[in-house]
């Protein structure tokens, strides 16, 4: 079954930019996910070969790859090697607990949370923002565990923090592009519900060829509302601007800043290192940061890493950010060349 039609962006891009250094690509024609690359070899003939599938590509170790994948265990090693990742503890589902013979299920997050709210509850193993919620109560803590066990058995409870949210993409000791992540917002004008700027609001990703589907039904957005004393139907004034979900994340409608030439040396370093030392060559960090990224780092959270990096959103917020994302795929495909 295919997933989201934004997981398809890669394999065509890598189609049409192989050509540029004599490689070709070979898509698996049904669903166009998979792909495999050949390179030109020495003497014109074909070359070595590398393949993909969804964001995947033959550039990352294995083990670290599945390292990156459970946010648990990263922020561990992370932990060890004493970058600043946010606190926090994973809890099991029902089935899980009984599987490997431990109590920390639900009530027991429940009664890990009693003094902590508000929390952050996340998928050990999501991608995209999917099923992350900001809760503040124990109604909302087993409302948003309930909806991660239904596809995930292990979540992760964790600390609230705030500031900016930005992601770094490191290929090879290189910083290949960074853009700050705003969350789905709408601003009022005067006289149109929120679900009508919503409405307008997915009908500008449509005119723009961004495929993002926003979901005015998730429970996420009701309960930020809620936290504002707002609903659907409520009407804000010209020019007000309100957040409607507490992850940032472009499929669930946020929007993208590229801020890759702003970025202090510092936390260039910061990315380039933790690329390293979590034994990648390709890899998406995630940072929050309280205050700017173009300044001095003061006080920062390592959010998560990503061994497959999708930049499927961003890519379709307009020509620039497609330039970037194509230049970003060219020195990925040069970069396998080169290893292979």
């Known amino acids: 079954m295919r997933k989201k039609k934004e997981s398809l962006v ?5 189609e ?24 030109p070899g020495r003497t014109g003939k074909s070359g070595k070969r590398s393949y993909f599938r969804y964001n995947t590509l033959d550039l990352n170790p294995v083990g670290a790859s599945d390292i990156a994948k459970d946010k648990d265990y990263a922020n561990f090693f992370m932990r ?7 606190p926090g503890k994973t809890f099991f589902s029902d089935e899980w607990c009984g599987a490997i013979g ?5 009530g027991a997050a429940a009664r890990f949370a009693a003094s902590r709210y508000p929390l952050i509850v996340k998928p050990n193993s999501g991608s995209q923002g999917e099923g992350v919620a900001l809760v503040r109560d124990r109604k909302e803590l087993l409302r948003a565990l309930k909806q991660v066990f239904k596809y995930d058995r292990v979540a992760l409870v964790q600390k609230y923090v705030r500031g900016r949210d930005y992601r770094i993409v490191v290929l090879d000791k290189e910083i290949i592009s960074a853009y700050e992540r705003i969350a789905l917002n709408v601003v009022g004008d005067g006289h149109s519900s929120i679900l009508q ?30 936290s504002q004393k707002l609903t659907m139907r409520s009407v804000l004034e010209s020019g007000k601007k309100i957040f409607l979900l507490d992850n940032a994340n472009l499929s669930t409608g946020g929007d993208a ?13 910061v990315a380039v290192n933790l690329t390293r030392d979590m034994a990648l060559r390709l890899c998406g960090v995630d940072l929050m940061v309280d205050g700017d990224i173009a300044t001095a780092p003061k006080k920062y959270w390592i959010l998560e890493i990503n061994a497959a990096p999708g930049l499927d959103h961003y890519v379709k917020g307009g020509r620039a950010q497609q330039k970037i994302v194509e230049n ?7 970069s396998l060349a080169k290893r292979l």
């Open 328 to 334: 970003l795929y060219l020195k990925v495909l040069k």
């Open 257 to 269: 800043l590229d801020v890759t030439g702003n970025i202090h040396p510092s936390f260039k370093k």
């Open 10 to 14: 890669l394999a065509r891009l890598l």
């Open 197 to 226: 700027l919503l409405k307008k609001k997915q009908r500008g990703f449509k005119a723009s060829n961004r495929d993002t589907r926003i979901n005015v039904k998730d429970p996420r957005i009701a309960a930020k509302l809620r």
């Open 80 to 86: 060890t090697m004493r970058y600043p990742t946010v």
């Open 16 to 39: 049409r930019l192989a050509p540029e250094i004599g490689a070709r690509v070979v898509l698996e024609p049904e669903w166009n996910i998979a792909g495999q690359i050949t390179f």
């Open 102 to 106: 431990s109590k920390r299920n639900a």
